[in-house]
C-alpha cells in the first residue's frame, strides 16, 4: 500500500548574511494500515548573497552552511587493527621504562602499605587515575601491572618499534584530517532550524481568503439522507434531553471536504429541554449517535451541559436504544433525598404506565455503579479508580452507601423494582446479557 501526503510543516533558519533564510518542509505520509513516515524536502537558500557563497550540507545531527570549494565530508583515516598500539603499549611508549622503574620503587617501598604513604608526585597521580578507571585503592594490583611493563618489556618494545612506522604515518594523516575539519568547522555556518509559524499563518490566510472567494461557487455534491432522518424522535428523552418537537424538516447540512466529493446530508432538527436543569437547546438528528473513543470510551456529541455521562451510561443507553426499550435518565423522583436534603438521581427509569396527569409510573430503576459505590478512593484526571485510606475518601464513601441504601429502601416503599449492575472499565461485554435479563424479569418487551 502506497503512502500518501496527509500535510506537511515549514522550517526556516537564518541565513550566514542574516539577509535571508534556509527553508524546508517536513513531510508527514500515511497509509490505508494506519502507518505513517516522514521525510523532508531539500533545504533551499533563499538568499542571492548566500547562494552565491554556500551550499548546504548535514553533519548529524547538525545542519551548516558550507563555503563553496569546501565539504565537511571529510574521511577520517583508518589505521588496520594490526598496527594499531595495545593498551600497554601505548603508555610505555608514552611514559618509558623510567617512568614506570620510580613509581614501582615508590610502592614496592616496605613502609608505603597505603596510597596516603607514597612520596612520588607521580605514583600519587597514577594511584589516582587507577582509582578513578578501576574504582580499587589497593596498591597490590597497582604493582601487578607496572612489573608486567618491566619483565616483558623487550617484547613490548619490539612490537612498538616494529608498528612505529605506521602509527607515525597515521599520526600524521589524523593531524592533517584535524587541521583540514576544523579550518572547515570555522568558515562554516551553523544553523538552527525552526518552525515558520508565520509562514503557516499566511498559508491558512491564503486558504481562507481562497475559500471566501469561491464560497458560491458552484460546486457537485451528493445527496444523502442520514439514518436519523427516518425515525421521529419527537416525545422521546435522548439522555436527558426531552424532545418537544421538530422545527426543520428536512434539514440541509453541507460537506464540503478538500480530498473528497463534497455531500449534502438531510437530518431534522429538534427543539429540547433538559428534565434536569430546564435548559432548552436545538439539537440536529445526526447528532444524535453514540461513538467511542479510545481515550474516553463511548461518548455522545448531543447532551445538555448541565451533566457529562458517563462511558458506561452512554452504553446503555445504546444496548436499549436497541432493544427499542423507552427509557428516562437521570431522573428525579419527589420524596427521595440525600441526609442533606438534597435531590437523588436514578441513571435510567422505566414505565409501562401513565397516570391521570400523564406522568409515568415507574416500576423499574437501573443503577450503574462504579468502584466509588463499592470501595473507597478517587478517580484520577485519567479516569482511573485508585483506592485511597484517606480521611476525606472514606466521608465520600460513607455518603456514597447511605445515598444507596435510601435508594434501596425508597424502591420498597414504592414499589419500584431496583436493579443495580455493578462495572469495571471492562465490563461492557457483559451489560447487554444482563439488562436482558433485567427487561424480562420485570416484564419488559424488547426488540430481539
Known sequence: MSYEEDYRRPYKAKCACGKGYIRYFKIHKSNDFGQSRESKTTPEIICDECKEKF????????????????????????????????????????????????????????????????????????????????????LEPMIQHLQYFVKNYESLMRSIEEKAPFVDEFDKKYKDYLDKYWDVEDKSFKLEFKLDTEYERQEELAQENYEKEHEYDDFNAVVHYDNSYKKDFTGLFWDTLYIKKCVDDPYLILKKELYLPSKIVIAKRYKAVC?????????????????????????????????????????????????????????????LNSESGYPLRFDFALYKNIDSEGKPIYDLAIELQGP????????????????????????????????DQRKVEFCKDNDIHLETIKYSSSDYEKLEKRLIEILKENGYKYEK
Not at 65 to 91: A, C, D, M
Not at 98 to 107: C, G, N, Q, V
Not at 277 to 295: F, T
Not at 306 to 332: D, W
Open 55 to 138: 551550499h548546504y550540507e548535514e553533519d548529524y545531527p547538525f545542519s551548516y552552511l558550507v563555503p563553496n570549494g569546501y565539504t565537511r565530508k571529510i574521511k577520517e583515516p583508518e589505521l588496520k587493527k594490526e598496527y594499531q598500539l595495545t593498551e600497554s603499549e601505548r603508555f610505555l611508549r608514552e611514559k618509558g621504562i623510567e617512568y614506570i622503574e620510580e613509581i614501582l620503587a615508590d610502592m614496592t617501598d616496605p613502609k608505603h602499605r597505603f596510597q596516603k604513604d607514597l612520596t612520588s608526585i607521580k605514583a600519587k597521580f597514577f594511584a589516582q587515575e587507577w582509582t578513578c578507571r578501576t574504582g580499587k585503592k589497593s
Open 275 to 335: 428534565s434536569l436543569c430546564g435548559a432548552e437547546k436545538i439539537i440536529v438528528s445526526s447528532d444524535m449517535k453514540i461513538e467511542y473513543e479510545d481515550w474516553a470510551g463511548y461518548v455522545i456529541k448531543e447532551h445538555c451541559e448541565c451533566h457529562e455521562p458517563s462511558s458506561f451510561e452512554v452504553k446503555t443507553m445504546e444496548i436499549l436504544n436497541l432493544l427499542g426499550v423507552t427509557y428516562e435518565r437521570e431522573v428525579k423522583i419527589q420524596g
Open 372 to 403: 466509588h459505590h463499592y470501595e473507597q478512593g478517587y478517580y484520577d484526571e485519567y479516569g482511573e479508580y485508585i483506592t485511597d485510606e484517606s480521611i476525606s475518601s472514606e466521608e465520600r464513601f460513607k455518603r456514597q452507601v447511605d445515598n
